[in-house]
């Protein structure tokens, strides 16, 4: 079984070892200026911004799977995804590994406080671009129940048995900004009605490097929301990359039930059909 989290000792161990191909999600710029020796820039993994429709989900399928291959992922390689630091990318590390998963990929990790983490161990940096083989990404739509769409969400608001979470910082959940790309960048502020919040910053540990709290603190932290090991979640933000940060969080800290709405507000927002609640969360 992949080990999920690999600090950077022991991605340097898999990479002596064994057929790696590494994933830096940052911006070119971040990436030119120095990254793990091997790792492929795909920041599409941050900025792509899909929609849960049919055509949304073939473009979204077609694109990434085209994109990994092009990387060298052929399915007997392990997939390590990183991001410059946990608590500044905005879980776009935790968004690839969800994509890759969502597409069926079977060995996927990523490098737990990121590129700073690696600096900071005093392991190799450069500047030199790799070389690639493009292989055929083996598409297994099997592992699609791992994400669900904007019907799934509706039909999930007043009902008691799944969890609605907001992990959004604090601005878009009380409505006075609608995404972190500027207060008017969607149509509508709001919140999912009934939805429960857990800002995605609560569940990392900040220091000289930032990782994921403990399995026990992160349960804590679910706990202050009324989420247990026995829930069912799902969880949104703007384009799903904090809700992916939350997602590997949940996983590793043993809460199983854990799905993502992908499309999250940037869908949401957009649909003056869909409820939303308004104002500040007094009630929630």
């Known amino acids: 079984m992949t080990t999920v989290l690999l600090d950077p000792q022991e991605l340097q161990t898999k990479i002596d070892n064994e057929k790696v191909v590494l994933i830096d999600t940052r911006n070119p710029e971040q990436y030119a200026a120095g990254h793990i020796p091997g ?15 049919p055509e949304g989900i073939a473009e979204l399928k077609e694109k990434f799977a085209r994109v990994f291959g092009d990387a060298g992922l052929s ?11 946990m608590n500044t990318g905005f ?7 969800f994509l890759l998963c969502y597409l069926g990929y079977p060995k996927v990790s990523i490098l737990h406080g990121g590129f700073q983490a690696w600096k900071a161990a ?10 690639p083989v493009a292989a ?7 592992a699609s129940e791992l994400m669900v769409d904007k019907d799934d969400v509706l039909k999930a608001i007043g009902d008691d048995s799944i969890v ?5 910082d604090v601005d878009e959940w009380v409505g006075t900004s609608s995404s972190p790309y500027g207060k008017d960048f969607s149509p509508r502020k709001g919140r999912l009605p009934g939805a429960r919040w857990l800002e995605w910053y ?4 900040p220091g000289a490097v930032t990782v994921f709290k403990s399995p026990e603190e992160v349960l804590a932290d679910c706990a202050s929301v009324g989420i247990t090991k026995e829930s069912h979640v799902y969880i949104y933000c703007f384009k799903g990359a904090r809700a992916s940060n939350t997602l590997v969080a949940l996983k590793a800290a043993g809460i199983n039930n854990v799905k993502l709405y992908f499309g999250s507000w940037n869908e949401w927002a957009q649909d003056a ?6 104002g500040l969360p007094y009630a929630c």
């Open 202 to 205: 609560r569940l990392m540990k």
């Open 91 to 97: 879980g776009q590390s935790c968004r690839g590994y």
């Open 39 to 53: 790792a492929v820039n795909i920041h599409d993994i941050f900025t792509f911004l899909a929609a849960s429709t």
């Open 75 to 85: 399915g007997e390689e392990t997939a390590v995804v990183y991001e410059d630091s």
């Open 164 to 168: 609605l979470l907001d992990v959004r």
């Open 273 to 278: 059909a869909l409820p939303i609640e308004e």
């Open 136 to 142: 055929e990404f083996p598409l297994d739509h099997s």
């Open 122 to 131: 005093d392991l190799a940096v450069t500047t030199d671009l790799p070389t």
